[in-house]
């Protein structure tokens, strides 16, 4: 202990401060390690699971005596304790997989429940059970099926039914075909529904058309790159510039035409009438016998015969009609306009300058035409292709620089915070361990070096010692460094200064041999 007192007394007040440092430094990474090698190492039990979910979960943890932690939407725990865990929650039906399903029928009983009662209960298992299904999905997070199914007692007539189905994705958006899909699902689910019935909406980003109803930017996208790339094979790439836009139907529409034509007939009805008669006047003497007997036995009386025949015939005819109905429903393409750029041609003129100059009226006529053709033109609906040829604005020799964002622009305020205090951190330990040790080396430079220019000064009147000249005759178990030709007492005191446990060693050595003698 006195050995250490001394050594502490011996020390600046600067290499107190470095060893105080150095001893606090290693203390605190001593505990780190320690806190590490004692801390419970937890691992993710469920995360992205709802309130009531997670509430039950951490009602059965604390149950079982599990340390856990809750960050966020996410349950820690042990883990070396995790799978099993995992397998008693799966025991005890958690975390349940969307809502109730069937079982809610198990505990219905025939006394006391109405019709009215068991079919509620029915719809509602129906719509648990097509949630589990979905949920099966992998990007699906949680998802709430409605159904909305008429009643079709009595003499009511039988109503086809809706269906609305609401995704909360892990991040990946739901596409057309996923979407059609649920579609297809819930029609096969539900008796009597049509997948056209049903919609499927991300709680995101709305409702999620299917592939035969395209919303109009993706419509707009997708003739947009048609034409460029039929546009590219010709004139290069980016040498064109297309931009279109598609004007939809956004409004039921019926429109319904009848048109007559005048000079065109048609036979809807004939009638024919025939009529035929036939009189006979005979005069002569009283009735008798004779004029009940056949013709020509009889009396010969004068008689006179009239006959006559008449045809008539009506035909009724109908001017010609044509009866048109038209049914226009939403998301129609109503107008469609295409702009198109294209870039011009070089050319070298007369200096010998090469220019851009426009393409040729024929040119630009054949891409009109094969334009018109890709975007399904319809004069009659009203579209417009406009396709023009423009020297393009060229850049400069350089060209334009493009502003890189620096280390600051791309870090995050709390990235910045940790920064600055790593850089504090390594400013105060540069302070307090290399601030002593470079001021001692700008001490030593400072001072002239041993080269023998200097004045010759007298040795100093100093008593002869024992121990010294005996030190001086055995062979030094060190090599002194050059020392100024300057004061011997500066020099001394300079030497233990550096060269602490040589000099401290040394007197230790002269204290023995003289306690000895």
């Given amino acids: 202990m006195q050995k250490l007192q001394d050594y502490w007394n011996a020390r600046s007040g600067q290499q107190r401060m470095t060893l105080i440092a150095a001893f606090a430094l290693t203390f ?7 806190f590490a090698s004692n801390r419970t190492e937890m691992a993710l039990l469920y995360g992205g699971l709802d309130g009531a979910q997670s509430g039950s979960i951490m009602a059965e943890v604390e149950k079982s005596g599990v340390a856990y932690q809750v960050r966020g939407d996410s349950i820690w725990v042990d883990a070396g304790q995790r799978d099993q865990l995992r397998m008693t929650l799966a025991g005890l039906g958690l975390p349940s997989a969307g809502g109730a399903g069937y079982e809610i029928l198990d505990g219905m009983s025939g006394f006391g429940t109405t019709s009215q009662m068991f079919d509620a209960a029915y719809w509602r298992a129906k719509e648990g059970e097509l949630a589990r299904t979905i949920l099966a999905l992998p990007n699906v997070k949680a998802a709430r099926v ?13 109503a086809a039914g ?39 909406i991300d709680s995101a980003r709305g409702v999620v058309s299917s592939g035969d109803e395209m919303a109009g930017a993706d419509r707009e996208a997708e003739l947009k790159r048609n034409v460029e790339r039929l546009l590219e094979s010709h004139v290069g790439p980016g040498n064109a510039i297309v931009e279109l836009n598609i004007a939809l139907q956004t409004e039921a529409e019926q429109l319904t035409e009848q048109r007559f034509d005048p000079t065109q007939r048609a036979l809807i009805s004939q009638e024919s009438e025939e009529t035929t008669d036939q009189s006979t006047n005979q005069s002569g003497g009283p009735v008798t016998a004779s004029s009940n007997l056949p013709e020509g036995t009889g009396d010969q009386d004068d008689q006179s015969r009239a006959n006559s025949s008449e045809t008539r015939q009506r035909s009724n005819y109908e001017v010609s009609r044509i009866t048109r109905e038209v049914v226009s429903q939403p998301g129609a393409t109503r107008r469609l306009t295409v702009a198109v750029l294209v870039n011009g041609v070089p050319q070298t003129v007369a200096g010998g300058e090469v220019t851009l100059v426009p393409r040729p009226e024929a040119e630009i006529e054949t891409l009109r035409e ?4 890709a975007v399904g ?3 009659g609906r009203g579209d417009v292709v406009t396709v023009k040829s423009l020297p393009f604005a060229a850049l400069g020799e350089d060209g334009t620089l493009a502003r890189r964002g620096g280390l600051v622009d791309r870090l995050e305020p709390n990235g910045l915070i940790r920064l600055a205090l790593i850089g504090l951190f390594a400013l105060l330990i540069a302070a307090l361990v290399l601030r ?10 400072a001072a002239p070096l041993l080269d023998g220019s200097g004045p010759a000064l007298p040795a100093p009147d100093l008593p002869e010692i024992p121990a010294l000249a005996a030190l001086s005759m055995a062979e030094p178990e060190y090599e002194f460094p050059s ?17 602490q446990q040589d000099s401290l060693r040394i007197l230790s050595g002269w204290i023995d041999e003289k306690e000895k003698a």
């Fill in 377 to 379: 033109f319809d004069e």
């Fill in 146 to 158: 409605h159904l909305a199914v008429p009643t079709g007692r009595g003499y009511r007539r039988e």
């Fill in 370 to 373: 094969l334009v018109a053709s």
């Fill in 162 to 200: 809706t269906a609305s189905v609401t995704l909360t994705t892990s991040g990946a958006a739901v596409d057309r075909t996923q979407a059609q899909a649920l579609r297809f699902l819930i029609a096969s689910g539900v008796p009597g529904m049509t997948p056209e019935r049903v919609t499927v």
């Fill in 483 to 499: 020392l100024p030709a300057a004061d011997p007492v500066a020099r001394l005191r300079e030497l233990m200064r550096e060269r």
């Fill in 436 to 445: 002593p040790v470079l001021r001692a080396r700008a001490q030593g430079a």
């Fill in 28 to 34: 605190l990474a001593v505990a780190a390690f320690a």
